[in-house]
C-alpha cells in the first residue's frame, strides 16, 4: 500500500511507502489514480520493485505452506533457491527477536 499526498485541488502530487502528517490515505499501487500519476511521473520502476518485494513474501509464504502440507519437500527446491529462503527467514527471525518496527516489504 502507499500513502497517498494530494495538492489543494485533490490531485496526487507524492507516494510514501509509510504515513507521514501530509500522507494518511491508503491506496493500492494497482489503483487506477496512483497508475496514472505513477504514468506521469515517470516513477515505475520504484512502483515495480515496491511489488517485486511484496511478491516475494508471498512466494515465501506460499512455499512455506506447501512444505507445511507436505505438497513438496523443500530439499526438492533448487539449492540456489533453498539459499536464499533460508537467509531471508533468518533475516526475519533476527528482525522480529530484536522487537524491531520493520516495513512488511522484508
Known amino acids: ?11 496526487i502530487v507524492a507516494l510514501h511507502k509509510s504515513p507521514a502528517a501530509s500522507a494518511t490515505e491508503q491506496k493500492s ?3 487506477e489514480e496512483v497508475l496514472a500519476f505513477l504514468n506521469e511521473a515517470g516513477a ?5 520493485a515496491f511489488s517485486d518485494a511484496a511478491t516475494v513474501r508471498v512466494i515465501e509464504d506460499l512455499v512455506d505452506l506447501l ?3 507436505n505438497v513438496i519437500n523443500f ?3 533448487p539449492e540456489q ?3 536464499r529462503i533460508r537467509a531471508r527467514q533468518s533475516l526475519r527471525e533476527k528482525i522480529s527477536s530484536n522487537d524491531l518496527l520493520v516495513h512488511d516489504i522484508i
Do not use: C, I, N
Open 1 to 11: 500500500m502507499f500513502y497517498v499526498e494530494r495538492d489543494g485541488e485533490g490531485k
Open 29 to 31: 499501487p494497482m489503483d
Open 44 to 48: 515505475w520502476g520504484e512502483a515495480l
Open 67 to 69: 512444505v507445511r502440507k
Open 75 to 77: 530439499t526438492e527446491l
Open 81 to 83: 533457491a533453498q539459499q
